[in-house]
């Protein structure tokens, strides 16, 4: 450590900037190049004629896992990220005409379209889902995920729930919801992870108790605020955030790290390195053949990716009729799978958010911003998506949403897979780098054999999401610190 003076970051998405933000507070000298002209990768956005687009994540969900990160990089998260809960965060529809709304806390409605649901039984149920969740997501968020890996951790302190952990999150909601509607309401909490419920490992299922228990928050201003407020400790500190800055490789000499390639400047010398890019990414092209170890370049070649995905986001001059966040039309639980299947007449299962319900700034004064990832062929070859093709998508999308609100269209931004790919630097367009199938003990490791180099990011543990790709950045820079 004592040699360690400068450390060079790859990636200036959450798990860099806070990386570097706990660096820079511990006196080292950090210094970040990031390819695109901003800072935040997947957790960006993008304001077009007033109206604020993300570039990924829509929401934050796990407040306390950032809370850990922001504390750590020296800042009190409270003050300098004002968090905007989503107080009514989705509303369902079935095609037998039930309508389920989730609201503030446990407050779950639904209005049957014959009969009616019975309340007692409803509420025992969540009742139940909390009473054998909570306590795993508790200890998940305050003590296991943020702290490095370790089996005898989750062993000694997390045996009492890994009898859950078995099955699937389709297994569990049958086993905890006695209503197929309730339960398709459920699930669809669930579908950004790409997959349908029957595919989901049941510890997904935390994803739901998180919304129902913390509830899931926008950062007052938009996502992008997160990564501008985490570089402020970085930048306080005398780090460099290097924009518009690509790293073409990791130069690596008798086995240690030497220093990074940078496109246009040549070599600059570092002491080690952090790569925030996926591990596919760093062990498959930024490294060259003979010094990528070989077992992390085969789990490079051999990763079973997550979805891709195709948005489309609107800027609407009117205010459009959406009482909650996030509008679901979905099939039944069993059938959610078709929901990622692309119909050639159309969107059939409308899947929406509308941001400036929770946070009416992010439009001009009476619009609207909506964001929906249509489903697309997920084997159509990505170099193929040309202007025509987004076009068709987007075409299809809105005549979906017209069907159910007045749209005055002021704005539109389409992202197909491969400007994912391009414009965020994602491997293949992969949305999360790693499939949310993969467990943690695949993920690609922080440290690595080669001296000084140093992975991180969503492809490492714990795994994506914006709080938890932060809270890597953390683990790693701590590992770095005490080599
Ligand atoms: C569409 C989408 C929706 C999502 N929805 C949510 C959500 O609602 N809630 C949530 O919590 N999470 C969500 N996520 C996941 C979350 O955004 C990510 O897990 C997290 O932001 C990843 O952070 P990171 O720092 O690991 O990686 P990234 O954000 O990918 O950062 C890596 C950075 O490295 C840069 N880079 C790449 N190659 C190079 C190079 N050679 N040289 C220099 N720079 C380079 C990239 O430009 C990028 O800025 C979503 C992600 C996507 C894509």
Request: aromatic residues 6%.
């Given at each position: 450590?004592?040699?360690?003076?400068?450390?060079?970051?790859?990636?200036?998405?959450?798990?860099?900037?806070?990386a570097?933000?706990?660096?820079?507070?511990?006196?080292?000298?950090?210094?970040?190049?990031?390819?695109?002209?901003?800072?935040?990768?997947?957790?960006?956005?993008?304001?077009?004629?007033?109206?604020?687009?993300?570039?990924?994540?829509?929401?934050?969900?796990?407040?306390?896992?950032?809370?850990?990160?922001?504390?750590k990089?020296?800042?009190?998260?409270?003050?300098?990220?004002?968090?905007?809960?989503?107080?009514?965060?989705?509303?369902?529809?079935?095609?037998?005409?039930?309508?389920?709304?989730?609201?503030?806390?446990?407050?779950?409605?639904?209005?049957?379209?014959?009969?009616?649901?019975?309340?007692?039984?409803?509420?025992?149920?969540?009742?139940?889902?909390?009473?054998?969740?909570?306590?795993?997501?508790?200890?998940?968020?305050?003590?296991?995920?943020?702290?490095?890996?370790s089996?005898?951790?989750?062993?000694?302190?997390?045996?009492?729930?890994?009898?859950?952990?078995?099955?699937?999150?389709?297994?569990?909601?049958?086993?905890?919801?006695?209503?197929?509607?309730?339960?398709?309401?459920?699930?669809?909490?669930?579908?950004?992870?790409?997959?349908?419920?029957?595919?989901?490992?049941?510890?997904?299922?935390?994803?739901?108790?998180?919304?129902?228990?913390?509830?899931?928050?926008?950062?007052?201003?938009?996502?992008?605020?997160?990564?501008?407020?985490?570089?402020?400790?970085?930048?306080?500190?005398?780090?460099?955030?290097?924009?518009?800055?690509?790293?073409?490789?990791?130069?690596?000499?008798?086995?240690?790290?030497?220093?990074?390639?940078?496109?246009?400047?040549?070599?600059?010398?570092?002491?080690?390195?952090?790569?925030?890019?996926?591990?596919?990414?760093?062990?498959?092209?930024?490294?060259?053949?003979?010094?990528s170890?070989?077992?992390?370049?085969?789990?490079?070649?051999?990763?079973?990716?997550?979805?891709?995905?195709?948005?489309?986001?609107?800027?609407?001059?009117?205010?459009?009729?959406?009482?909650?966040?996030?509008?679901?039309?979905?099939?039944?639980?069993?059938q959610?799978?078709?929901?990622?299947?692309?119909?050639?007449?159309?969107?059939?299962?409308?899947?929406?958010?509308?941001?400036?319900?929770?946070?009416?700034?992010?439009?001009?004064?009476?619009?609207?911003?909506?964001?929906?990832?249509?489903?697309?062929?997920?084997?159509f070859?990505?170099?193929?998506?040309?202007?025509?093709?987004?076009?068709?998508?987007?075409?299809?999308?809105?005549?979906?949403?017209?069907?159910?609100?007045?749209?005055?269209?002021?704005?539109?931004?389409?992202?197909?897979?491969?400007d994912?790919?391009?414009?965020?630097n994602?491997?293949?367009?992969?949305?999360y780098?790693?499939?949310?199938?993969?467990?943690?003990?695949?993920?690609?490791?922080?440290?690595?054999?080669?001296?000084?180099?140093?992975?991180?990011?969503?492809?490492?543990?714990?795994?994506?999401?914006?709080?938890?790709?932060?809270?890597?950045?953390?683990?790693t820079?701590?590992?770095?610190?005490?080599?």
């Open positions: 450590m004592a040699s360690i003076k400068t450390v060079g970051i790859i990636g200036g998405g959450v798990a860099g900037l806070a570097g933000g706990l660096l820079a507070r511990m006196g080292i000298k950090v210094k970040l190049f990031e390819a695109n002209e901003k800072i935040g990768g997947c957790c960006a956005t993008t304001n077009i004629g007033g109206y604020t687009f993300n570039d990924g994540a829509l929401y934050l969900a796990l407040p306390t896992m950032l809370d850990h990160v922001f504390a990089v020296g800042l009190d998260r409270t003050a300098v990220l004002p968090l905007r809960k989503i107080t009514a965060p989705q509303t369902t529809v079935l095609p037998n005409g039930d309508k389920i709304t989730f609201g503030d806390g446990l407050r779950v409605t639904v209005e049957k379209s014959s009969g009616t649901v019975n309340e007692t039984v409803l509420k025992r149920e969540l009742d139940d889902m909390m009473k054998r969740w909570a306590p795993a997501l508790r200890l998940l968020t305050e003590d296991i995920l943020v702290n490095p890996l089996y005898s951790r989750i062993l000694t302190k997390g045996w009492r729930h890994l009898h859950k952990f078995g099955g699937t999150v389709a297994d569990e909601l049958r086993r905890l919801f006695s209503d197929d509607s309730v339960r398709a309401a459920m699930s669809g909490v669930l579908l950004y992870t790409g997959l349908p419920p029957e595919k989901q490992p049941a510890i997904s299922v935390l994803g739901l108790v998180t919304l129902f228990n913390d509830g899931f928050h926008l950062p007052e201003g938009g996502m992008g605020k997160v990564p501008e407020a985490l570089s402020s400790a970085m930048l306080a500190r005398g780090g460099e955030i290097h924009l518009n800055t690509r790293v073409d490789k990791i130069v690596v000499k008798d086995g240690r790290v030497r220093g990074l390639e940078i496109r246009g400047q040549g070599l600059v010398e570092v002491d080690a390195v952090i790569s925030t890019v996926s591990g596919m990414l760093t062990f498959g092209s930024l490294l060259d053949n003979a010094d170890p070989r077992k992390l370049k085969r789990m490079a070649q051999e990763a079973q990716l997550s979805h891709i995905a195709f948005s489309v986001q609107l800027g609407l001059r009117n205010k459009i009729d959406a009482p909650s966040h996030s509008h679901c039309f979905l099939p039944p639980m069993e959610e799978g078709d929901v990622f299947t692309p119909c050639d007449d159309g969107v059939r299962w409308l899947v929406y958010d509308a941001p400036t319900v929770t946070l009416p700034e992010l439009a001009p004064a009476g619009g609207s911003v909506i964001e929906m990832y249509p489903p697309v062929h997920r084997d070859p990505i170099d193929d998506w040309s202007e025509e093709k987004k076009e068709a998508v987007l075409e299809k999308a809105v005549a979906a949403l017209s069907r159910v609100h007045k749209l005055d269209i002021a704005v539109k931004r389409i992202v197909s897979p491969q994912f790919r391009n414009n965020l994602l491997y293949r367009g992969a949305v780098g790693l499939s949310p199938q993969v467990a943690p003990w695949h993920h690609f490791p922080h440290r690595t054999p080669i001296g000084g180099l140093y992975q991180t990011g969503q492809t490492t543990y714990p795994g994506y999401s914006v709080g938890r790709a932060a809270t890597s950045g953390i683990l820079a701590e590992l770095l610190m005490a080599a």
